[in-house]
Structure formats: C-alpha cells, structure tokens
C-alpha cells in the first residue's frame, strides 16, 4: 500500500507562483511513476505532469508547458510541482498519484492517491 500526501497549496495573485510536494510512504518510490493531477470544480479531474524515476519520462499538460516544473528526489521520496506565473485557470485541487508502471497521462492508469491540496490563484 503506498500512502501519498500533497501539502504547499494556498491563495496566492496571479503571477505569482507556489510549489507543491507529494511524500510518498513506500519502500520502493523509485519504482513508481508519479503523477500529478487537478481538477477545478464543476469540472474533470485533469493530468497536469507526470516523471519516472530518477527525473526521466517527463510529460506536461500543454496548459501549464513552460510555467509548471516537475521533479522528484527518489532519496526523500518526494515528488514536486513547481508552478509559475499562475493563472487563475490554474485554480483546483491538485492530486498526486502513484503508478507502480511506466510513463502514462492517463487517470485510470494509476494505483495510488492522496487526498489532494487547493491552489487558488486571485485575478
């Protein structure tokens, strides 16, 4: 069982920016593919990034290519989501997920989740 849980989320202007952490409770992180997601309200949950082990494998969703920044530190077992410039389109909740596999975007690919952190970006 792989236990994740995503903190750095807030209320921060827009252009401003945050970064969010996923720790990861499991033996093996390397292994896993890790994800990050959100989904807005009234809307579907979306893949945002995602990167495999050892920062290979990486992958943006074409709304936040050049201003969010995936990365993970297998020796902490922590994946990260760096996001600039926000937006206010930006605002969700953000989830972190877990796939014990290869690279995917793909929701329903992955194994594991946290409960997710909110991001609000004010206009």
């Known amino acids: 069982q792989v236990q994740l849980v995503e903190s750095g989320g807030g209320l921060v202007q827009a252009g401003g920016s945050l970064r969010l952490s996923c720790a990861a409770s ?5 292994r896993y593919y ?5 989904q807005a309200p009234g809307k579907e949950r ?6 495999s082990w050892s920062g290979g494998g990486i992958y943006y969703a074409d709304s936040v290519k050049g201003r969010f920044t995936i990365s993970r ?4 077992n922590r994946v990260y989501l760096q996001m600039n410039s926000l ?3 930006d605002t969700a909740l953000y ?7 290869g690279a995917t975007i793909l929701e ?5 989740w946290g409960q997710g952190t909110q991001v609000t970006v004010s206009s």
Do not use: H, L, Q
């Open 87 to 89: 937006k206010p389109e």
């Open 108 to 112: 329903y690919e992955y194994d594991y």
């Open 95 to 101: 989830y972190c997920a877990a796939r014990n596999g």
């Open 34 to 38: 890790m994800g990050w997601f959100r």
């Open 26 to 30: 499991v033996r093996t992180f390397s």
């Open 46 to 51: 979306e893949f945002v990034a995602g990167i």
């Open 73 to 76: 530190d297998d020796a902490k």
